[in-house]
């Protein structure tokens, strides 16, 4: 059966990974599944036949026969139990994977969001650069956690998972602001996670599409 993703038709961030689409691919990659990419406008995202698939219109979404889905948790996690690579078999270890994936997201990737609106909606706004030590404040204080939690280790737990996949996902996004590099051993993290070679198929094809549509 056919794999169809959605990704933007032009990326804002020019496709450097940003993109959530970014987290689908490198799980399709990892687990060696080729798929599809049908690529959406910002105004097509907003249409009928794009909100049947996604209630928020946003990309990305997955398709595979009668099945349709969003949110990269869900997807990721979708692929991860169908296809080995991504999922520990010990049913302990996997269920810990799955604890990091949701720790990325519902956890680490909030403050993350939340430094990436005060900087690019908010930025503007008279209060906004009182605010933004605290906002800046909220992202350290999890890093803080985060970092000796992973210690010297290579992945989060054992061997590299759809949890590490996620968390390298989240944690890459704050790069441009300075913060990963006040933590040397999450940076190490990400740079591990960015240099997977499904990790760089996935950035190569998102960024060609990207490059192709300038
Ligand atoms: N929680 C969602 C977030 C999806 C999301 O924010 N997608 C962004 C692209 S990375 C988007 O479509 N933004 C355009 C919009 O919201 O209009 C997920 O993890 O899939």
Known sequence: ?????TAFERSPDGGKGLARDTR???????????YEVRLVSFQAMKEPAHL??????QIPTYEEGDLALFETGAIVLHIAERHAGLLPDDA????????????ALNTVEPPIL???????????????EERMPLVRDRVRDRL??????????EWLDGAFSAGDLMMVSVLLRLRASGLLNEFPGLADYV????????????FDSQLAVNTASR
């Open 144 to 153: 803080k956690q985060l970092c000796p939690r992973l210690g010297d280790a």
């Open 114 to 128: 939340e430094l990436a609106n005060a900087k690019l909606l908010e930025g503007d706004r008279p209060w906004s």
């Open 191 to 202: 740079a591990r996670g960015e240099a997977r070679p499904a990790y760089k198929r996935a």
């Open 52 to 57: 049947a698939l996604h209630p928020f219109g």
């Open 24 to 34: 689908v691919r490198w799980a399709l990659e990892e687990v060696g599944q080729p």
């Open 92 to 103: 302990n270890a996997r269920a810990r994977a799955i604890t990091w994936l949701f720790a």
């Open 1 to 5: 059966m056919t794999i169809i993703i």
